[in-house]
């Protein structure tokens, strides 16, 4: 399983005053959202191929590319910090654009207060 953290700016909003508990997240407040993809297990629905394997990766401030193989194909997935992923077989694209709402089964999403780096449940 591989993770991808991406932070969500805060947006500015006019507010109104609530009465809530403190330890209520505001939708002001900064969160990380961790993005979670089975990489192996999307090439393989993707080609129709098992046993695909991560030989490398390489990491920049904005995307993370992983290369990887299987008998005689390679496989490049570049993953970006906004969600976005782009997915090339020996050269040819077969997948592109964002993971989260073309991806469900492979990919799963956690959300995490900035601060303290407690897990959060939003509905």
């Known amino acids: 399983m591989i993770s991808l953290n991406i932070i969500m700016k805060e947006k500015k909003q006019e507010g109104h005053s609530l009465d809530l508990s403190s330890d209520f997240l505001s939708l ?10 089975d990489l192996t297990g999307w090439l393989s629905d993707l080609s129709g ?3 695909w394997e991560v030989w490398s990766e390489s990491e920049n401030d904005n995307y993370v590319i992983f290369f990887l193989k299987q008998a005689n194909q390679d496989a490049e997935v570049t993953l ?8 090339d077989i020996n050269g040819e694209a077969v997948f592109q654009g964002d993971i989260i709402g073309k991806n469900t089964s492979s990919a799963r999403l956690s959300y995490y207060d900035l601060e303290s780096g407690e897990k959060i449940l939003l509905n």
């Open 49 to 51: 191929r098992k046993n």
């Open 28 to 37: 002001n407040d900064p969160v990380i959202c961790k993005v979670e993809v």
């Open 80 to 87: 970006y910090n906004s969600g976005y992923a782009r997915v």
